[in-house]
């Protein structure tokens, strides 16, 4: 059994970098944390600097893989979805696999691991976070595929949060934009500019906002939180 010891216990996918990494360590300083990701080393470098955080080494498309990491869990205070891939693309350019792959790890994934961890999360009243983005409300030309992943992770999260209600699990949207990631260094490069970190979001900025949603007290339901990169 994956013990949470006094302090409560979280969840976060996609913590191998990017904004996961910087929403493990905004949990850290109050929460045990599980580390998922399929980089081990990368995993056991976030962990390294993190007391009470532990590598969650799993390939979340795979149901037998997801089965088995869950299998210890029985209760658990937070859940966060950050794990997803951003692959670009008109329609004309994009073949059928590459919207199975995004709906793959940004939607299907999420739904599964989520009613996995249901009993866990009921157990604990827990919070649920999904890493969504501006494109889960507004899809640009050349977005198709991850903004229809986006859109329709929004309405997964409605649709629990709805079902959920009753049950103490409160589930929150958040939607940010561009972040100073490896996934949007891709996004730079697909669209064939320089890429400039300084004018995108710090990962950091994200998990601050997740923080919010995760430590709001019990009388409030943070539904949806956007977050946009500051003009400069
Ligand atoms: N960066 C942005 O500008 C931006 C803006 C809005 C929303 N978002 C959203 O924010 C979330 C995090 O993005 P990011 O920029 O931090 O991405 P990132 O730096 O590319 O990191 C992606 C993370 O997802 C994990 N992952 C991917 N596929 C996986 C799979 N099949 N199984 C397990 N883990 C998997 C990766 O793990 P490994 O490396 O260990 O494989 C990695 O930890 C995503 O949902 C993204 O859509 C990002």
Known sequence: ???????????????????????????????D???????????GAVAAGLPGARPWPVELT??????????????????VHSAGIGPLGTVEDSPAEQWRQT???NVVAVA???????????????RVVCINS???????PGWASYAASKFALRAFADALRAEE???????????PGRTDTDMQRAVVAHEGGEYDGSRFL??????RAVLLAVTAPPDADVTELSIRPAPR
């Open 33 to 43: 944390v599980l580390l998922g990701g399929r980089d081990a080393d990368a995993l």
């Open 103 to 105: 709906f793959e790890i």
């Open 62 to 79: 795979d149901p037998t893989e997801l089965a088995d990491a869950i299998a210890d869990i029985d209760r658990l205070d937070v859940l």
């Open 1 to 31: 059994m994956i013990e949470s010891g006094a302090r409560p216990l979280a969840l976060v996918t996609g913590a191998s970098r990017g904004i996961g990494a910087a929403v493990a360590r905004a949990l850290a300083p109050t929460h």
């Open 165 to 175: 209600a009753t049950r103490g699990v409160r589930v929150t949207s958040v939607h």
């Open 112 to 126: 599964e691991l989520t009613r996995l961890l249901l009993p866990a999360l009921r157990a604990a009243r827990g």
């Open 202 to 207: 710090h990962p950091e900025s994200v998990a």
């Open 134 to 140: 501006g494109a889960g409300f507004t899809a640009r």
